[in-house]
């Protein structure tokens, strides 16, 4: 609940701080007093847009400030956890900051001193408040606004979103196979460019080129290798009378070992010389294994030549080099076999018919569940329709079968109306008068907020917890009739925290706390808050019931509002 609110030079207010009652908040004033200051504040501390109209004449900035109890509101308080907001004493502190900065308006939020970006803050604003705004009769004659007021009174709120999801999947599928369909001569054009593409390369697919290519270098050059390889074993070991490396060397080991007892040195060379000896013998061994063991293979180095043909071709025809030949082609493999992977139309056919199926068994159970609770809610609206003057009220929801599939669900629903004994039920906005439409606005509102119609036990608790706010709905009405909705408003007032603007004197003697706005004209028009009670609130019920002319009558009648208002 809303315990404190707090302005500071919003608008007429140059500082104001008002407490509120857990019950039935009534505020009255004058035309022009500033009544609705307080519901901008709120707004505004609930993340309501702002307005650069708000901030009071010769200042740069404007504040205000709502303390909430959060005791009762569990959804609040996960909110909060599930945000990392810390709150201690279910103690909520929200301020809300107007700045004009050279002209351009900017707004700031903090939430227990955490600034608190405007998403989040409306988000919790949600959970906190329930706004009815004065012109929810003009909202009576929106064509969807039946539907929502049944789904949100009888807790269907939850269905009726599920069919809405389930509607915009189908329709997304229905738009993929259009552009899938529209796609698919291109992508066959693709899946063809790309199949030719990759059979040229498969015959050189696993074959590397830079081992192909040394492979036919030495191929080529076989003959002159196996030369050079006799001409060096011929130099490293041979059998004749000339020279060679390996005789040299054992040489080299029979003058160095007989020096080893006289010197280190020759002892650690003659090491190296036999290592040396050993790796030119192997040197030596293989060499003349390839001189002997080597001939040449026309077949395969024809094989050989036509590769590298192939390559450099197929480089040539692809733009691309030898090298990256079947790189590229790996890269083209995967292109199709995304290509592939596309869904095909029957497939998605399939698939669209999937999401149909699913969207019409959801919406065919939410038709079914608003069919099932439209009587008990009409039964509801015509109960307490008749308290404000309409004894002869019926009223009825009326569902029509939709001719395709929509998010709304499978039928269009509209309330039929009627106020008078004999006439026929007709929709509300072809018969209800002015008067009618407010009350109307009111009850159905009232409805919804307390939930009587739901059938989930959690979806009222938490909605007759939430501070419920009414902006003059009660405009158009008078009279008893207007003393009834009094008692309904203080009635509700006992189960959840309310604040109403009103212009009527029977509907503000029913308020737990009653707030007067009033306006001076000194050297800058300013708005004051006084809480009434005693003299003070009979003197304001006066003024609202006869003007500017206070009489003995006018105050006695006030008088008799508050002696008869419902005790509580």
Known sequence: MLTQLTLQNLALVTNAEVEMNAGFNIITGETGAGKSLLLDALTLCVGGRSDAGLIRHGQTTADAFAEFNIGQLPEVMAWLSEQNYPFED????????????????????????????????????????????????????????????????????????????????????????????????????????LSNQLADIEPIATVLYSELE????????????????????????????????????????????????????????????????????????????????????????????????????LARKYHTTPESLVEDSQAWQQQLDDLQS???????????????????????????SRQANAKTLAEALVAR???????????????????????????????????NVGMPMQPIHKIASGGELSRLALIMQVIDAQGVCRNTTTDMATTTRQLLVFDEVDVGISGGTAQVVGELLRELGEEQQIIAITHQSQVAAQAHQHILVYKTQQEKAQSHLKILSGDDQVQELARMSGGVNITEDTLKHARSLLASRRVS
Request: net charge negative.
């Open 385 to 419: 329709l008749k308290a404000l003057a309409l004894p002869n009220v019926q009223a009825a929801f009326e569902f029509t079968p939709l001719d395709k599939p929509q998010s709304i669900g499978l039928s269009q629903i509209e309330l039929l109306f009627s106020a």
């Open 214 to 313: 040394a492979e036919y270098d030495e191929l080529s050059n076989l003959e002159n290798l196996m030369q050079q390889a006799a001409l060096s074993v011929q130099l490293l070991d041979n059998d004749s009378d000339e020279p060679d490396v390996v005789s040299l060397l054992n040489r080299a080991i029979k003058l160095c070992e007989a020096q080893t007892e006289l010197s280190q040195t020759y002892a650690d060379c003659v090491e190296q010389l036999y290592s040396a000896h050993t790796q030119i013998a192997e040197v030596a061994s293989t060499l003349s294994n390839y001189a002997e063991g080597q001939s040449l293979d026309p077949k395969r180095l024809a094989l050989l030549d036509e590769q590298l043909s192939t390559f450099h071709r």
């Open 90 to 193: 279910d103690t909520l502190l929200i301020r809300r900051q107007l700045a004009n900065q050279n002209g351009t308006l900017r707004s700031k939020a903090w939430l227990n001193g955490m600034p608190i970006s405007m998403n989040e803050l409306k988000t919790l604003g949600g959970l906190l408040v329930n706004i009815h705004s004065q012109h929810a009769q003009q909202s009576l004659l929106r064509p969807q606004f039946v539907m929502e007021w049944l789904d949100s009174a009888t807790g269907l709120n939850s269905q009726a979103n599920d069919v809405k999801q389930a509607f915009l999947q189908y329709e997304r599928l229905k738009s993929q196979a259009a552009q899938h369909a529209k796609d698919e001569q291109l992508r066959q054009q693709q899946i063809e460019l």
């Open 342 to 368: 596309v869904m095909s139309p029957e497939a998605m056919a399939e698939q669209i018919e999937q999401a149909y199926q699913a969207y019409l068994q959801k919406a065919q159970a939410l038709n079914d």
